[in-house]
């Protein structure tokens, strides 16, 4: 490693290393936004452009502060904070009940005034602001209250626990489903210009699985060499940023020669690069974002259940990514200390995004986790100062509005990609499993399929949930029209209660690579020496502090029982 994570670079380099880890999450934290912006009746006019910048500006924002607490409270780990797509089914299912269906625009000059009117589905006439700003509340309150789950199980240490009856059979299906899930997200961007959805697709095919080795002359600077020129796989490190640049260019191009169509009536319009330029100028050049920035929170039992589909998905991701990251940094494995303090800050981290309002909560990026093992800098200091870049850049809403005129082909092209590679990313568990086992083949097959068979139904028959009482049909329409939370509790109950062994099942395997060990032992894990994960101030001032599960002194807590432990069985 140039540096490890308790290494400090100067402060120059730390902001040209920071730069590009912003620049390796911008892709998949600007996406969310945008993918949402339609579900979130979000019109596409000024008003719904300038929505949209502020949304990706706060979201933005919130990946900043998120990063800083992770990197300097949390697991302490270089580790990136952004959006998350775990939570997208969930917040689809809640936007499609029937009270938050996107309503008819009134006539124009109706009660005369000069802006457009909606009738809304509860009768009221409210503007187009009010329109999407009332759904991203109920997002809000949800996001906001499933994450107090994550917060108490970090304060509580039981994320063992319920690791104990999640396993890769689980995960395989639920993560799989989340990218299986969004397809129509991607077609219905992509449709509006197959020809250039397709070209930025390529682009991205091409540096991230052709080009991967090819390793340019860049100037770098290190410790012992200085200035000097050195060789970087670039296409593998910003295969999505040459994408966008690139089509997005070409768009620009065919719209200066007038060879897309110039009538909004036609879906080739959408790729166009001049029909959104108007909020670069009406966007505010600062804005502070704050807690209930969009009016405060709805709260709703149905909304509450279906995210914490996604807050389990992404608290078990970020355990996988912590592990990862430890590896590639040249860290110890994280003590169980260190992890109940990571989820605890993830936790917050979502509360926070939900709070503030960014349509979507926050996890750990695993594009920067790989960008670390290429790179060969695995300082925590340089991903403190990659957060602080997202903190500044998201109070500057002019830069968030940039973002906003991408063409929707360009968006549609991306996430064939990156949608595809969710997908893949939860099959790639099954490699744990024995799938020789008729046991293990039944409960992934029926699962997925499951997954993506109800949900359908539920959404080609609007309204069959009919048990009564209105705050039931809600909470089962949510649950049964999020896929992932379909196959991952039919996945979670067969792999619980069909018997089959722990080798079969794939746990083994699974805790093994997670360590990177051969052998799990948990007494040896416990009772590693980590002083990496030491927070930044002394935490042994309280007697009470070894019973904390997220402060260091828990795990000399454990160490202490397992010598004992051991001291009478040796005596016996």
Not at 130 to 145: F, N
Not at 256 to 277: C, E, K, Y
């Amino acid at each position: 490693m140039l540096y490890t994570v308790d290494d400090t670079p100067s402060w120059y380099t730390c902001i040209v290393l920071g730069l590009q880890h912003y620049l390796i999450a911008i892709g998949g934290i600007v996406g969310l936004p945008l993918l949402l912006a339609g579900p979130l009746c979000i019109a596409n006019d000024d008003d719904g452009d300038v929505a949209r910048a502020l949304i990706i500006s706060s979201l933005f924002f919130v990946a900043g502060i998120c990063t800083m607490l992770q990197t300097t409270f949390g697991i302490r780990l270089p580790i990136m904070q952004g959006g998350t797509f775990s939570f997208l089914p969930p917040t689809f299912a809640i936007l499609s009940l029937p009270h938050n269906k996107c309503p008819p625009a009134l006539p124009s000059g109706f009660n005369n005034v000069s802006y457009t009117l909606y009738n809304d589905t509860d009768g009221s006439i409210i503007d187009g602001t009010e329109v999407w700003q009332r759904r991203i509340r109920e997002v809000q309150g949800a996001i906001a209250v499933a994450s107090c789950l994550q917060i108490l199980l970090g304060l509580t240490g039981a994320v063992g626990f319920l690791l104990r009856f999640i396993g890769p059979l689980t995960i395989a299906p639920a993560v799989a489903l989340i990218g299986l899930d969004l397809f129509a997200a991607a077609y219905g961007n992509a449709s509006s210009q197959w020809g250039i959805a397709m070209f930025t697709a390529f682009i991205v095919i091409v540096c991230s699985q052709f080009l991967k080795n090819i390793k340019v002359p860049t100037p770098v600077y290190s410790k012992s060499k200085r200035c000097h020129m050195t060789r970087t796989p670039i296409f593998k490190l910003f295969p999505v940023l040459f994408a966008l640049i690139l089509a997005w260019l070409l768009c620009l191009i065919l719209t200066v020669t007038n060879a897309l169509p110039t009538s909004s009536s036609h879906p080739g319009w959408r790729a166009r690069t001049d029909i959104r330029t108007n909020v670069i100028r009406n966007a505010p050049w600062f804005r502070f974002p704050y807690p209930g920035q969009w009016g405060l929170p709805r709260v709703t039992v149905a909304g509450v259940i279906g995210m914490m589909a996604g807050v389990v998905a992404g608290f078990v991701e970020s355990i996988g990514d912590y592990y990862a990251c430890a590896r590639l940094s040249g860290a110890p494995n994280p003590p169980t200390h260190a992890i109940n303090r990571g989820i605890l800050t993830e936790g917050f981290g979502c509360l926070l995004a939900g709070v503030i309002g960014t349509s979507t909560a926050t996890t750990s990026f695993s594009e920067n986790i790989g960008a670390i093992g290429i790179t060969r800098v695995g300082s925590r200091r340089v991903l403190q100062v990659a957060g602080f870049i997202f903190f500044i850049l998201g109070m500057l809403s002019k830069f968030g509005s940039i973002f906003v005129t991408i063409p929707d082909p360009v968006i549609g092209g991306l996430f064939c990609v990156m949608f595809g590679m969710i997908a893949a990313v939860g099959l790639s568990n099954l490699q744990y499993v024995d799938l020789n086992s008729p046991r293990n083949l039944f409960i992934v097959g029926f699962a997925l399929f499951m997954g993506l068979t109800v949900p359908e139904w539920m959404k080609a028959n609007k309204g069959v949930i009919q048990t009564g009482v209105i705050e039931i049909d809600q909470i089962l329409t949510v649950f049964l029209e999020t896929a992932m939370l379909v196959g991952g509790l039919l996945a979670l109950l067969f792999d619980n209660t069909i018997p089959g062994t722990e080798s079969e099942r794939g746990i083994v395997r699974w805790r093994n690579a997670q360590n990177g060990k051969e052998v799990l032992d948990k007494k040896t894990l416990l009772q590693q020496e980590a002083d990496c994960y030491k927070l930044p101030f002394p935490t042994n001032c309280c007697r009470f502090a070894r019973y904390v599960p997220f402060l260091p002194e828990f795990r000399q807590r454990y160490k202490e029982i397992d010598d004992d432990n051991a001291d009478v069985t040796t005596s016996v």
